[in-house]
């Protein structure tokens, strides 16, 4: 297997660094075979290349069997003439990870870190399948001019197809319950949206759908997200509504995720930032990236003992009341890190 | 004064008339003298003229000195050529409505209705200014055929001023801080509502500005309510937004909002829907609409004393535990009404 590795900017090798050493340990008792494949991206691409995205490190990725990704951005390229966030949006059209998958799940022991009562989010545990390729955020013709600027939101019907379908099959391994979040009181997109999924149901008749608009859906997260299994929305949608879901758990550090192309290898990362504030203090929470590992060891490689080694690991290094700041707790990035390892040995 | 009443669908009829009654009641005590004049808007002018804003009602609102409208739409229109919704978004356009203004205030006795902790939503208190007639809702090309679709997201630097204006100047009114809200690190639009705000924040040194991205934002409006003061985005945005913020408050069914145009009368609606499950059976809240007949008189026709009037009433009627049942109560839309008239008398 091989991995390549992105570290990223700020927080970034911080915790890839963390994520990468709890690899190595449960690797080592599992026999589970890998190579990493190191290359800048981001912010640390553009200080070293003037690119976000260079080329080796898109032939290095196109090449790899998974990709790791920690977190990229910062005020430090605010004025570059590319900023890092650019890199992440032509490594996602590049690959064609088409695919955003985002869990949202409360576990009773984080349910006191949430903004949210007891009552209301316990038990969510849904998750936003996100078009990632598409829409507003790669729509032409894009054009800022001084007195006016636009920006097109397209869809193809068969990527609303696409993405409609990994999001019904998802369906099927879980509570067997797809929302449809889009805007077809307004939008033409949505519209289009609207029909794909009505005639595209049918063919998943163990699947129960609804169908929400985007404001609603943003209230419902809210009010009662255990309403929720398995949310289906277009790109700039499930930016919203993924970071808003991604709140209510109250441990945004720990959660990741994954994005899926047509064929080629998936990519793996942490849902929150490169953190500039906490860089090099080490307050970052590894969980994410350690997370974003078992996600990559399960889907990409069915490593599962690999997976369920880290999965122990971590559950008992937070049972002993070994947690991040973040999380309530005073461990730091390295020390959480070794707690797990040695957990693991 | 004239006012124009499009009482709308479901349940818009119920509490049009159960506000009107409370300010007929409350002018009568201050002599505030007033005319009514009601217009078919919505379903109701589908079903009567197979158009949801009729010429008649666009030209009675027009001619009026405000605009009160309760709430449109529902189920028996899904299917209809023209949409309830077509006629919002085209008397906004008409009447040039640009600024829509939502308050998102947590009072210290519905602290217990928020689906937050009562640590995180207590002091809330914050205004969102939306920009209303541009944007995705009006951008052309707008396109739907079978394999694609369009909608375009245009703004002219013009637009993005006015709205941005009208949110400083809000905020010098109240706490004198503003929190931009775009995608900057995505959108040609964003971007240039960032260079505009850069340039127009000067003339308000005395305001406090942040940017934020609009997912952090929907991040922070769940996290961190009290940060904000007056948010000003694009319609979108605002759309989204302003539905997740007024579910934190966990008092939907009270929660008025005024549509402001650059001269000509300002639209006051309730910001919930026509709530077609609950249409004649009583349950209405009445207060959205109350307080959208306040909002009114206040920034209106500075019938203070009238509003005032009012307020005092609706506090009265709360604080004697009589509330509605989306607020915790037994009481009917009627029977709120009448003790809120009692309490005017
Ligand atoms: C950094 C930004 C371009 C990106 C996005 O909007 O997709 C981020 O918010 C995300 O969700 O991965
Ligand atoms: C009904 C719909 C078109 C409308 C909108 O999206 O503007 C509504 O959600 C609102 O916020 O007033």
């Given at each position: 297997a091989t991995i390549a590795v992105l570290p990223g900017d700020y927080i970034g090798p911080e915790i890839m660094q963390a994520g990468l050493a709890v690899l190595k340990a449960a690797a080592a008792t599992t026999n589970f075979d890998y190579q990493l494949k190191s290359y800048p991206f981001g912010g640390a691409a553009i200080d070293a290349t003037g690119e976000p995205l260079p080329e080796a490190t898109l032939k290095g990725a196109q090449a790899a069997d998974a990709i790791l990704l920690a977190a990229i951005g910062g005020p430090k390229w605010d004025d570059a003439p590319q900023r890092p966030e650019a890199g992440l949006l032509a490594i996602r059209k590049a690959l064609g990870l088409f695919a955003n998958i985002r869990p949202t799940q409360v576990i009773p022991a984080l349910v006191p870190r949430s903004p949210l009562k007891a009552d209301i989010v316990s038990g969510t545990d849904f998750v936003i399948v996100r078009e990632l390729t598409s829409g507003i955020y790669f729509g032409e013709p894009r054009e800022l001019a001084a007195d006016h600027a636009i920006d097109t939101m397209v869809y193809q019907a068969s990527e609303i197809e696409r993405i409609l379908r990994a999001g019904f099959e998802l369906a099927q391994t879980r509570r067997r319950h797809v929302t449809v979040v889009d805007k077809a009181n307004v939008l033409a997109t949505s519209k289009l949206w609207r029909q794909i999924a009505e005639q595209v149901a049918p063919d998943y008749p163990d699947v129960t759908v609804d169908y929400e608009y985007v404001d609603a859906a943003a209230m419902k997260i809210v009010q009662?997200?255990?309403?929720?299994?398995v949310i289906i929305t277009e790109n700039l949608f499930g930016d919203i509504l993924s970071d808003e879901a991604a709140t209510i758990t109250g441990s945004l550090g720990t959660i990741p995720s994954e994005s899926r192309g047509i064929s080629g290898p998936s990519l793996y990362e942490p849902i929150h930032g490169s953190a500039p504030d906490i860089a090099g203090t080490g307050k970052a929470d590894p969980l994410s990236m350690i997370n974003s590992i078992m996600l990559m060891l399960r889907n990409s490689f069915q490593a599962n003992t690999t997976a369920d080694k880290i999965a122990k690991a971590v559950a008992a290094t937070l049972a002993a009341g070994i947690m991040p700041p973040d999380l309530g707790g005073t461990a730091t990035t390295e020390s959480m890190t070794n707690a797990i390892i040695e957990q693991i040995k």
């Open positions: 009662q997200p255990t309403h929720f299994d």
